[in-house]
């Protein structure tokens, strides 16, 4: 096994340790069928803050204008959302190992969080943690438009 794959393996099990095991059966907060009608906002790339892997963002309808816009507010609800691949998955093209999520909450009413719930799901969407401290911390530096946008980090 590689370095690359070993410090992979390591994070991994650093990032996911904390997390709820996901016994209880609850899945994220993204449809089943979500790749009928969420559109992609950023391409396939290598996310050294997701753990070392291949990433791809796509953004429930109602998150697109303000997510490729970066002036509307994003509606109570959107949802943008991190598909996860293996780091050799140059293409975004195999099996989705996990995703990240943000939704949408009230404005005003979870500040601490950035007004977003955070959740982080295994490829099959059983939820393995929700509100991660750590996705928070990374993304309130994000910045004001172009580069940032309410807790949205990436150009589109």
Same mark, same amino acid.
């Given at each position: 096994m590689? #370095?690359?794959a070993?410090?992979?393996?390591?994070?991994?099990q650093i990032l996911?340790a904390?997390? &709820?095991?996901g =016994? &209880?059966?609850?899945l994220a907060?993204?449809?089943?069928?979500?790749? !009928? *009608?969420?559109e992609?906002?950023?391409n396939? @790339?290598?996310?050294?803050?997701?753990?070392?892997?291949?990433? @791809?963002v796509?953004?429930?309808?109602?998150?697109?204008? $303000? +997510?490729?816009?970066?002036?509307a507010?994003?509606?109570?609800g959107?949802?943008?959302?991190?598909e996860? +691949?293996?780091? @050799? =998955?140059?293409?975004? !093209?195999?099996?989705?190992i996990?995703f *990240?999520?943000?939704?949408?909450?009230?404005?005003?009413?979870?500040?601490?969080?950035?007004? %977003?719930t %955070?959740?982080?799901?295994?490829? &099959? #969407? @059983?939820?393995?943690d929700? =509100?991660?401290?750590?996705?928070?911390?990374?993304?309130?530096?994000?910045?004001? $438009?172009?580069?940032?946008f309410?807790?949205?980090?990436?150009?589109?």
């Amino acid at each position: 096994m590689s #370095r690359r794959a070993v410090l992979a393996a390591l994070v991994t099990q650093i990032l996911f340790a904390c997390g &709820d095991d996901g =016994d &209880d059966g609850e899945l994220a907060a993204f449809p089943a069928d979500y790749a !009928a *009608t969420y559109e992609q906002v950023r391409n396939c @790339r290598f996310s050294l803050e997701h753990g070392l892997i291949r990433i @791809r963002v796509v953004a429930s309808p109602d998150a697109l204008a $303000p +997510y490729n816009g970066r002036a509307a507010p994003f509606p109570t609800g959107a949802i943008v959302l991190k598909e996860e +691949y293996a780091e @050799r =998955d140059r293409d975004c !093209a195999g099996p989705i190992i996990a995703f *990240t999520v943000m939704q949408k909450l009230d404005v005003g009413s979870s500040p601490e969080m950035l007004d %977003w719930t %955070w959740q982080e799901a295994n490829g &099959d #969407r @059983r939820l393995l943690d929700a =509100d991660v401290p750590r996705c928070v911390q990374c993304h309130t530096g994000c910045g004001k $438009p172009p580069d940032g946008f309410d807790g949205t980090c990436a150009v589109p």
